[in-house]
């Protein structure tokens, strides 16, 4: 069964694990893989749409301008006193 509702909140600072695939909205096909890890402050948070989708997280980056990521079960587990399971 996959995770439907996201467990993070606006607010919520996260730790995003390396390895973290982000999707920056300026080069939406083009991912990224973070080379360590990183504390980004959740601006907003969508839940999972479809069958296969996995909630995303969404914060400002450099230059204010738009990442994402999903809510893998990596990223659950990098933050447990955060995520809301």
């Not at 479809?50 to 909630?55: A, H, M, N, S, V």
């Not at 204010?64 to 990521?69: I, K, L, P, S």
């Not at 999903?70 to 955060?82: K, L, S, Y």
Request: charged share 25%.
């Amino acid at each position: 069964m996959a995770l439907r509702e996201n467990p993070f909140r606006r607010g919520d600072e996260i730790v995003l694990p390396a390895g973290t695939k982000i999707v920056y909205t300026t080069h939406p096909s083009n991912p990224k893989h973070l080379s360590r890890k990183q504390t980004v402050r959740v601006v907003d948070a969508d839940p999972a749409y479809g069958e296969t989708d996995l909630p995303r997280i969404w914060w400002a980056g450099q230059g204010g301008y738009w990442r994402v990521v999903e809510a893998t079960p990596e990223v659950i587990r990098a933050n447990p006193g955060v995520a809301r399971v």
